[in-house]
């Protein structure tokens, strides 16, 4: 059975590093069918695409974070990887890692989100 | 970037009835949108993709249409599960790929 999983520290502080796994089960990321994707929500707003990778390491960033963010794939953990640098209150939010179809482009498969806050 | 406009935000509707949600491209996306349900303290659901395709095991109750720039979701005979936030997604020229900012269907 698919199943994502995000994890990583629940609390960052301000200006640092802010880092999750998705690690995922049931299917092999190395699959040719399909991206590997993040999404936030701040809490009570709206979902934000963070960005995407593929198996090959070819990655595709939303420009607003784009100075920001790193997407990184490990096949041989089968899990993905989010970092986002210099994190500010703005940054808080429930972070979902999400299996995107190839070429089409919507998330068929969502892990269950983890909430990250930004404090100092 | 592609703006995704939602109307309306919230939407009241009788358990029972049919409620119609709407979803507005800033520019053609062709067919390349898909739909969400969200309910609280959960992640998105696949609804429906490529305009009008039900996702895996969605019920024939909800129904998808539109091209170009005017989307619509159909949710018919609403029963007290399907009162939810549902979200657009373009995926037609990405990146980046957006969102709409939502619009919670609520009982009347």
């Known amino acids: 059975q698919l199943q994502l999983q995000e994890s990583g520290p629940g609390l960052v502080k301000t200006s640092e590093t802010l880092s999750l796994t998705c690690t995922v089960s049931?299917?092999?990321?190395?699959?040719?069918?399909?991206?590997w994707g993040w999404i936030r929500q701040p809490p009570g707003k709206g979902l934000e695409w963070i960005g995407s990778?593929?198996?090959?390491?070819?990655?595709y960033y939303n420009p607003s974070l784009k100075s920001r963010v790193t997407i990184s794939v490990d096949t041989s953990k089968n899990h993905f990887s989010l970092k986002l640098t210099y994190v500010t209150a703005a940054d808080t939010a429930v972070y979902y890692c999400?299996?995107?179809?190839?070429?089409?482009?919507?998330?068929?498969?969502w892990g269950q989100g983890t909430l990250v806050t930004v404090s100092s | 970037e592609i703006v995704m406009t939602q109307s309306p935000a919230t939407l009241s509707v009788s358990p029972g009835e049919r409620a119609t949600l709407s979803c507005r491209a800033s520019?053609?996306?062709?067919?390349?949108l898909a739909w969400y349900q969200q309910k609280p303290g959960q992640a998105p659901r696949l609804l429906i993709y490529?305009?009008?395709t039900r996702a895996t095991g969605i019920p024939a109750k909800f129904s998808g249409s539109g091209s170009g720039t005017e989307f619509t979701l159909t949710i018919s005979s609403l029963q007290s599960e399907d009162f939810a936030v549902y979200y657009c997604?373009?995926?037609?020229?990405?990146?980046?790929?957006?969102f709409g900012q939502g619009t919670r269907l609520e009982i009347k």
């Open positions: 997604q373009q995926y037609n020229n990405w990146p980046p790929i957006t």
């Open positions: 999400a299996r995107q179809l190839r070429p089409a482009g919507h998330f068929d498969y």
């Open positions: 520019q053609s996306v062709s067919s390349n």
């Open positions: 990778i593929y198996c090959s390491g070819s990655t």
């Open positions: 049931g299917i092999s990321v190395s699959s040719s069918n399909y991206y």
């Open positions: 490529g305009a009008s």
